[in-house]
């Protein structure tokens, strides 16, 4: 079964954890598992069609990923061999005062039209298409729950809503005495997963610090200059110090369990 979260937020857009967000896991993909999505109460309609659409452009990039990573070396291969043969043609073909740059270009033309060619042949290949159709009725046969865990996170995230940026950067910092509170159990290691790729993908700022706050918080002398650092992300409204300090705490807690 795979599991996907809807998480509402007040200040936020919506986190929206779907299995399939990652392109590079696409070979893992199931055609034929189960699809559910969990939230901390009934959602409506609309809200469904959003969570199929997002799942939907993820299934087509994850697997036309696949597709190419598995056809690469075929296309590069022929579309070289274009280029050698169009070069060659042309040599002798066309006699001009500068020789060389007209066999140039039109090799490189014709050797990116073949790459396109082959890159677009493959992405609608029959196993890629089965695979895109048996997935996409996978999401349209999605069973929704509810959950008293996602209602917990979303407490969570609405409570640090509340905290300056100044105090909560200490408090993912492990700085001046101040600290995140626990969240609690955490049903499994796919939801940090999901956490954290989200914070790569919108913000990769913060994410990339993830490393250096680990050892902060781990080291008995403060990082005050780190803390200053995310105070100084923290102003600025399109970062997100929140879902940051989720990643933080749930790493922690699968950690420390």
């Not at 990652?22 to 893992?28: D, I, L, R, T």
């Not at 499994?188 to 706050?213: A, C, E, G, S």
Request: aromatic letters at 10%.
């Amino acid at each position: 079964m795979k599991t996907g979260y809807y998480i509402q937020r007040e200040d936020k857009e919506d986190l929206i954890l779907s299995p399939f967000m990652n392109p590079q896991e696409a070979p893992k993909w199931e055609m034929l598992e189960k699809v559910q999505w969990i939230s901390s109460g009934m959602v409506e309609a609309n809200q469904i069609k959003e969570l199929d659409n997002i799942a939907y452009l993820q299934i087509e990039k994850g697997v036309n990923l696949e597709s190419q990573e598995e056809k690469y070396y075929s296309r590069l291969f022929m579309s070289a061999g274009v280029f050698i043969v169009v070069y060659f043609v042309m040599s002798f073909a066309i006699r001009d005062p500068i020789p060389i740059l007209d066999e140039l270009g039109l090799a490189s033309i014709a050797t990116w039209g073949t790459w396109r060619y082959l890159k677009k042949r493959n992405n609608q290949g029959e196993m890629s298409l089965k695979k895109k159709l048996e997935l996409k009725s996978r999401i349209s046969e999605a069973s929704s729950e509810i959950s008293p865990f996602v209602g917990t996170v979303e407490n969570y995230l609405d409570n640090l809503r509340s905290v300056n940026s100044l105090t909560l950067s200490d408090m993912i910092i492990k700085c001046h005495g101040r600290d995140l509170e626990p969240l609690g159990e955490i049903p499994d290691r796919q939801f940090t997963d999901m956490v954290d790729y989200t914070l790569k993908v919108k913000f990769p700022k913060l994410y990339y610090k993830k490393d250096q706050i680990k050892e902060a918080r781990r080291d008995a002398d403060e990082n005050v200059r780190l803390s200053a650092y995310l105070v100084n992300l923290g102003q600025n409204k399109n970062q997100d110090l929140a879902l940051l300090a989720l990643s933080i705490i749930c790493e922690e807690t699968i950690i420390n369990n």
